[in-house]
């Protein structure tokens, strides 16, 4: 019998197959609609060969950083804890064989790294960026976020050079797990989570909750206050099925409460082992996400298309501002023109922004739909077989 493939070199093969399938069937596609200007920068290397990354959210004092240092084992560079907010910045806690840090204008221009697309928030976000760089045996796998605390009305504006809530959405779209973590003593969700929230809201299946620092009350307050999160995640989150909730209490001081140790034990470890999984469903994790970067580019491309096809000879901006202006007429008109899903149609007010920028739609070229006919092909058949290599890995 041929020897199995080692998971590693499937992973890499897989990994290669999906780069070179985005170069030839979907980058060309991108570049000629301008896909970057109206949803995420185009994707480079370093996107697909990244570690899964997990992005850490929360208002201040949670235990975000603390919760880092418990997965590590030790210390990072850059790290600060304490009750009041420390975290004024993000950052990336990754691999390396001695302790540094390394700006972020550094780690947004290496080539190697995922973090190139930062670069569209400008000097602003970037002066507050940095990473870590350590040697932790969850490192060798996992690239960890850590993130600013979120705080309450004024506050949360002073010093934010840079959108909060699209820096974010940014790192969601890139991250294999989203982990938001709540201090059990207060549940309270300021504005600017509420928006960090909702600017989630097309990755909700990354989403974990982490009741936090459930030791500190006991378990009739525990039943209390894990139902009175459910029930402020629900409103907020507006959704049938609530993301799944893990309790736990994660820093090295004895618990406070001894009598559900076995109940935050099992969702330590629960947790713990989401995250120790986290490689060998990163691959299936990137093709699901290129996946969804089709089904987008389509619509966008049929969307263009549409509006371009509806503009005169003349009075050119007078059209196209009355276009702008219908813009939710126009995306139900596209969708049944086309068979197209309205699930997969851009939020109105963000497309209203970025085409208001463009002088003339009907500069875009004509769409060639041998183009987009070949893309869906790819999806039908080629990226299928990817999915049996990653298959044969995970086994």
């Known amino acids: 019998m041929p020897r199995k493939a080692p998971v590693a070199e499937v992973f890499e093969s897989v990994t290669d197959g999906l ?17 970057g200007d109206f949803y995420s920068p185009l994707l480079t290397d370093g996107d697909f060969d990244a570690k899964p990354m997990v992005l850490l959210l929360g208002q201040y004092s949670v235990g975000k950083t603390t919760f880092i240092r418990y997965l590590l084992g030790r210390d990072f560079p850059g790290q600060h804890i304490g009750p009041e907010p420390t975290t ?99 549940l309270d969700i300021s504005d600017e989570l509420k928006n960090t929230i909702d600017v989630l809201r097309p990755h909700y299946d990354k989403i974990r909750v982490l009741l936090n620092k459930a030791d500190t009350i006991d378990a009739q307050q525990l039943l209390r206050v894990y139902g009175a999160l459910m029930w402020q995640l629900g409103k907020v989150m507006r959704t049938p099925e609530v993301c799944r909730v893990h309790l736990g209490s994660f820093w090295e001081r004895p618990l406070q409460h001894r009598e559900q140790s076995h109940l935050l034990y099992r969702e330590k470890l629960d947790l713990l082992q989401e995250l120790n999984a986290l490689p060998r469903n990163a691959v299936l994790r990137r093709i699901n996400e290129l996946s969804k970067r089709g089904r987008y580019l389509k619509v966008h491309c049929y969307i263009i298309h549409f509006l371009r096809k509806q503009m ?73 077989e990817l999915l049996v290599h990653a298959a044969e890995a995970r086994v």
Request: aromatic fraction near 12%; include cysteine.
């Open 88 to 186: 004024d910045r993000f950052i990336a806690v990754m691999h390396g064989m001695e302790d540094k840090t390394t700006p972020g204008n550094a780690l947004a221009v290496s080539p190697n790294m995922p973090f190139r697309g930062l670069e569209m928030f400008g000097n602003g976000f970037l002066s507050k960026f940095q990473g870590a760089q350590l040697d932790s045996p969850l490192l060798h796998h996992v690239t960890l976020i850590d993130t600013p605390g979120i705080l309450a009305g004024e506050k949360q504006r002073i010093g934010r050079s840079y959108s909060f809530t699209e820096v974010c959405g940014w790192f969601a779209s890139r991250s294999d797990v989203i982990l938001l973590l709540f201090d059990a003593h207060k």
């Open 19 to 35: 780069k070179s399938l985005y170069k030839q069937k979907i980058r060309p596609v991108e570049e000629t609609y301008k896909f």
């Open 312 to 384: 005169p000879y003349f009075r050119k901006q007078e059209k196209q501002r009355a276009l702008l202006d219908r813009l939710d007429n126009q995306f139900s008109m596209c969708a049944r023109r086309y068979g197209l899903s309205r699930g997969d149609f851009p939020e109105i007010a963000k497309f209203r922004q970025s085409l208001g920028e463009v002088r003339d739609i009907s500069k875009f070229p004509k769409l060639d739909k041998t183009l987009i006919r070949d893309m869906e092909r790819m999806f039908a058949h080629e990226i299928p």
